[in-house]
């Protein structure tokens, strides 16, 4: 299996397309273009979706609220995608349950008239019908809930999935049909020819510090929060297209609620929606919605922003959770397009549907969206390039294209996530049977997947392996930082590292760690 690790970069090399960013839009863009035959590189920063991509709150969905704001057509082109999404990555999306309680009847008749319509709007690719659950049936699918004043609830069906590992698995398909991707390759400045029209891009290699420069017929900027800093690259006096809003979740044993669905809180103290979802034996909780004038890859979660998802889930759950409940608390930023006047730290009133503009000749920018509707905003993304540079390429071809790993999921396996995968990680453990010991006595996973995460998974420092590909740091910050030393000796061992390497990995991986155990956070953020 060809990894992105076997390239590498010549110097003044030529691409149709050269994408910057390594979240859900940049790699679907690299797949959509590579796919219609354009000679494709990608280059991320730091690892792929390190920023937002990996700090959704794994939900594959419509949009419910949109839906209340009356954003038909953008929900409609949702549930499509959402359907496909399933279709194309059944290993890692998959059908939820989703229960509202009710503590009145006119929510009752609210909610169920919604997302009856909601329902409808999926037309074929509906992921079931929503219905009433009274209070007894409602408290024995959800026992953990709050019974006081419970009329019932309404049960819809929408998506889950792994963010990061669909990023990764996006960013394999990629490179299977021909794209080039480099993860830890920061772009410095834009090339611009005589007439000013952007040409290419300096490159600095972050791990080793080599630079290289490569051409391209156009450029996309899909760095989510940070496509600013690429437009002022190209124009220092540019408008800030972007304003950060923060997304904050913790999460909780899944004893706080004790079901397999998961609970839909609609309506907030401060009218946002709340989701407390079941995630790798854990519970999610999430998200906020806090405007933000700062960007940065470590975004910290404020106090406030705790409190008011503790608080509010304490509403709806009959054990309060409190501070030292919290295993992992995490924030993701959504690049929200800035508004052009009123006021700017109401993000209701931002837009929440992506943008995509050609920034300058040779340049084009898309940010916002969700991930949901990747796929199609890399469709509409590369249509735009071809159109731009009068690129030569075939139609889309991602509606139907099987993303890496997808295969019939059965769901009693904790290597089920990987799909088609599976069966090559058995076959590593039994070629090295050395390494089939647990990494925790809390999770299943093993030492023989940190292996694979080196060898096929672009991994490249002991953060890839336990936040990314893992995801134990998203679920619990102090088991990962017991598991840090033993993936540091597996990582060295695999990239022919020294000791020092191994305790600076584990150093840099403590520090960062720190910042998901709530009470270890400081208010200033990581470096970038």
């Given at each position: 299996m060809k990894t992105a690790s076997d390239y590498i970069l010549p110097a003044h090399s030529e691409w149709d397309i050269i994408i910057i960013g390594g979240g859900a839009t940049g790699l679907g863009t690299a797949l959509d273009a590579v796919t219609r035959g354009l000679k494709t590189l990608l280059v991320e920063q730091s690892d792929f979706a390190k920023g937002t991509s990996s700090r959704s709150t794994k939900l594959v969905h419509g949009g419910v609220r949109y839906l209340a704001q009356g954003d038909i057509g953008l929900v409609k082109r949702a549930l499509k995608e959402r359907g496909l999404l399933q279709q194309n990555a059944n290993h890692l999306v998959h059908h939820e349950e989703f229960i509202i309680p009710c503590y009145s009847w006119f929510s009752v008749i609210k909610y169920l008239t919604g997302l009856t319509l909601y329902d409808w709007l999926a037309g074929k690719f509906s992921f079931g019908k929503s219905r009433f659950f009274s209070t007894k049936e409602t408290l024995q699918r959800m026992p953990g809930i709050r019974s006081k004043g419970l009329k019932g609830s309404i049960s819809y069906y929408d998506g889950k999935f792994d963010d990061a590992r669909l990023a990764i698995n996006i960013a394999q398909t990629a490179i299977e049909q021909g794209a080039t991707l480099c993860n830890y390759t920061k772009v410095t400045n834009l090339i611009k020819n005589e007439s000013g029209a952007v040409t290419g891009i300096e490159m600095l290699h972050m791990l080793n510090g080599n630079t290289a420069k490569a051409k391209g017929k156009v450029v996309i900027n899909a760095t989510g929060v940070f496509v600013d800093d690429i437009l002022a690259m190209n124009d220092p006096t540019s408008k800030k297209l972007v304003r950060p809003s923060q997304g904050v979740h913790i999460v909780l044993h899944k004893a706080f609620l004790q079901s397999h669905a998961a609970l839909m809180i609609p309506k907030t103290s401060d009218g946002r929606v709340l989701f407390a979802v079941p995630w790798h034996d854990h519970l999610l909780v999430g998200t906020t919605d806090t405007p933000l004038n700062e960007h940065a890859l470590e975004p910290r979660a404020?106090?406030?922003?705790?409190?008011?998802?503790?608080?509010?889930?304490?509403?709806?759950?009959?054990?309060?959770?409190?501070?030292?409940?919290?295993?992992?608390?995490?924030?993701?930023?959504?690049?929200?397009?800035?508004?052009?006047?009123?006021?700017?730290?109401?993000?209701?009133?931002?837009?929440?549907?992506?943008?995509?503009?050609?920034?300058?000749?040779?340049?084009?920018?898309?940010?916002?969206?969700?991930?949901?509707?990747?796929?199609?905003?890399?469709?509409?993304?590369?249509?735009?390039?071809?159109?731009?540079?009068?690129?030569?390429?075939?139609?889309?071809?991602?509606?139907?294209?099987?993303?890496?790993?997808?295969?019939?999921f059965n769901g009693n396996h904790y290597l089920d996530l990987y799909g088609s995968d599976r069966e090559k990680i058995e076959k590593l453990a039994a070629e090295l049977p050395e390494f089939n010991q647990k990494l925790h006595p809390d999770f299943p996973d093993s030492e023989i997947q940190v292996i694979w995460a080196a060898r096929y998974e672009m991994a490249k420092t002991v953060e890839d392996v336990l936040s990314r590909r893992l995801r134990i740091l998203f679920i619990d910050a102090r088991a990962a930082k017991m598991m840090a030393p033993k993936v540091a000796a597996i990582l060295a061992a695999e990239f022919s590292q020294d000791e020092s390497w191994q305790i600076e990995q584990v150093k840099a991986f403590n520090l960062l760690a720190d910042g998901y155990i709530y009470g270890h956070q400081n208010s200033e953020q990581l470096p970038n």
């Open positions: 404020l106090k406030e922003e705790v409190d008011f998802i503790l608080n509010t889930a304490g509403d709806y759950f009959q054990k309060v959770p409190n501070e030292q409940d919290i295993l992992s608390v995490f924030s993701g930023l959504r690049p929200l397009a800035a508004p052009a006047s009123g006021d700017e730290n109401n993000t209701k009133e931002i837009s929440r549907d992506h943008k995509l503009i050609v920034s300058a000749k040779g340049l084009i920018t898309i940010t916002g969206g969700k991930w949901t509707t990747y796929r199609s905003m890399a469709e509409e993304t590369v249509d735009l390039a071809i159109s731009h540079a009068q690129l030569k390429a075939t139609t889309c071809k991602t509606q139907n294209l099987n993303i890496h790993g997808c295969s019939a």
